[in-house]
């Protein structure tokens, strides 16, 4: 079974950075999409960044792109987050996603193309 688990989500002040990272286990990163989303209490849950394991394609949500960098260590099986010059309005839960098959016809961020889900990792940005 596949299994996903989130860490490095943490508080920060305007502008601070954090570093968040998914385990996988049981999932073969060279052959699928990943991805990173977020949900703030009372909103729907959006994506933010994805990437293609197998080449590398990434897509990004037009809020953060230039700040987040998504990333994969293939050896360790992890996939990462690097969020830089975090914002108040990026407080959210964020989730690591996978995918069970490849299409490639599917919008990268679109969250019901993603079948496995991690428990999330809070992140609060401050004033």
């Known amino acids: 079974q596949v299994q996903l688990q989130e860490s490095g989500g943490g508080s920060v002040q305007s502008g601070g950075s954090l570093r968040l990272t998914c385990a996988a286990s049981?999932?073969?990163?060279?052959?699928?999409?990943m991805a990173w989303f977020r949900q703030a209490p009372g909103k729907e849950r959006e994506g933010v960044a994805s990437?293609?394991?197998?080449?590398?394609?990434?897509s990004y949500a037009g809020s953060v792109e230039g700040r987040f960098t998504i990333s994969q260590d293939n050896a360790k099986n992890t996939l990462y987050l690097q969020m830089n010059s975090l914002k108040p309005d990026d407080t959210a839960m964020y989730y690591c996603a996978a995918r069970d098959e490849s299409n490639t016809d599917w919008y990268p961020l679109a969250t019901s193309t993603y079948s496995y889900w991690g428990q999330g990792t809070q992140v609060t940005v401050s004033y």
């Open positions: 990437i293609y394991t197998g080449g590398g394609s990434t």
């Open positions: 049981g999932y073969t990163f060279s052959n699928n999409r």
